[in-house]
């Protein structure tokens, strides 16, 4: 991992934090436990984000075969692992550190379920398309541990999901414009980030305690989510005892109507309509969800 220099990162208005939530536990899929922050009703929609769920699962719990439309969903693992499948024949392991980045686009159907004994811990985050993208072809993008952008610099460890930070970036493609940043800042670190000023920021703090936005404001602990004001990059410190972890994500407002049914998301509730109709007579995208089912829901007899 490179050691970086930093001197020369500038934040002229660091953004300040205008929210905070606690995500409480709560359940989801079949048995699974989340912490929802984005996607709850004080947060619907945080445009271009739709849901932030930080997830534990133990099997057999799990998320098994339910379907997607019109967004992006990103899979990143902090703890164990989770089997994939869908109705196109993709499968594969997120092992501890991965990622995997999925474009649902016109249709998905598909499992995640626990590929490891004990607990599986790991984020996810819905990204919404604009609506010349939510009817394109499905795709992914995945990336091992070992193969996601790090850097290091004076106490502060970067993990590059996607974007840019010291001077390291990201292969991810985000047809929505987004940064994705894993940071870990040992104590006594301090960090300046440039973000995009036109775009949305939020923090989600997953180990640790810091301070956000102002070296006076109050400690933030872990599972808080914190929705940055306007501004050009976010200021943050460590002044406690054990490591700072948090994500610091942002994205480009769409700025477009949006209509939600579940893991359907269009533009209109025409759209969505059609969408169902699509869903359950198998057309437009969805062919292949009649005769499929995973391995997972097989084995445990769905």
Sequence with gaps: MPEKENADVVVKEPRSVVRKFLARPQGEGMGAIVRRSIGRFELRYFDPFLVLDEFSVT????????????????????????????????????????????TAGR??????????????KGLQLWINLSSKYKMIEPRYQEVSSKDIAEAAKDGIKVRVIAGEALGIKSPIYTR????????????????R???????????????????FGTVKSSPVSAHHLLLLGSGDGLEAWNKFSK??????VGGEPIGEPVAQLGPFVMNTQEEIDQTIDDFENYVNGFEKAKHWRSEAALTLGF
């Design 243 to 248: 490591p700072l972890r948090f994500v610091l």
């Design 59 to 102: 099997a057999p719990a799990g998320f098994p075969d339910h379907p997607h439309r019109g967004f992006e969903t990103v899979t990143y693992m902090l703890q164990g692992a989770v089997t994939h499948e869908d109705f196109e024949g993709h499968k594969g392991t997120i092992g501890p550190g991965d990622l995997q980045w999925m």
């Design 193 to 211: 980030q440039p973000i995009p000023r036109s775009w949305n920021a939020f923090a989600y703090v997953l180990e640790g305690e810091g301070l």
């Design 176 to 191: 929505t414009p987004t940064m994705y940043l894993d940071f870990t800042l040992k104590p006594g670190a301090q960090l």
């Design 107 to 120: 249709g998905i159907v598909h499992s995640e379920m626990p590929a490891a004994q004990g607990t599986q």
